[in-house]
């Protein structure tokens, strides 16, 4: 009896094949609303003032790029999470370019 079901050809009751769905994960990162917004706004202006602003740490080279390169940081992450991408750094830290379909 199991050979003759092998030897049949496929019934077309069988239920059809479904696409994946992607999860949220693969879809991209999800922009900040309300008080989260005003939140990444607030570190990204900060972050760029402090970064413009002259203080005296900058007098000693060490100390003042690592304060400064925090700022930056912060900015560049600020600004990723709202959604604003900048071409020439997304290429120098090696992040592939989403598509939008």
Same mark, same amino acid.
Request: proline share 9%; no cysteine.
């Given at each position: ?5 092998m030897?049949?050809a496929?019934?077309?009751? $069988?239920a059809?094949?479904k696409d994946?769905?992607p *999860?949220?994960?693969?879809e991209?990162?999800?922009k900040?609303t309300g ?8 570190v ?5 003032v402090y *970064?413009v602003?002259? $203080?005296?740490?900058d007098?000693?080279?060490i *100390?003042g790029?690592?304060d $400064?390169?925090t700022a930056?940081?912060?900015l560049?992450y600020?600004?990723e999470?709202l959604g604003?991408?900048i071409?020439f750094l997304s ?11």
């Amino acid at each position: 009896m199991n050979q003759d079901r092998m030897n049949e050809a496929p019934s077309n009751t $069988e239920a059809p094949v479904k696409d994946a769905v992607p *999860v949220a994960a693969e879809e991209g990162p999800v922009k900040p609303t309300g008080w989260l917004k005003w939140f990444w706004i607030a570190v990204a202006v900060l972050s760029a003032v402090y *970064v413009v602003i002259p $203080e005296p740490t900058d007098a000693f080279p060490i *100390v003042g790029w690592l304060d $400064e390169g925090t700022a930056v940081l912060l900015l560049t992450y600020a600004l990723e999470r709202l959604g604003i991408r900048i071409p020439f750094l997304s290429r120098m830290l090696g992040r592939k370019k989403q598509k939008k379909d």
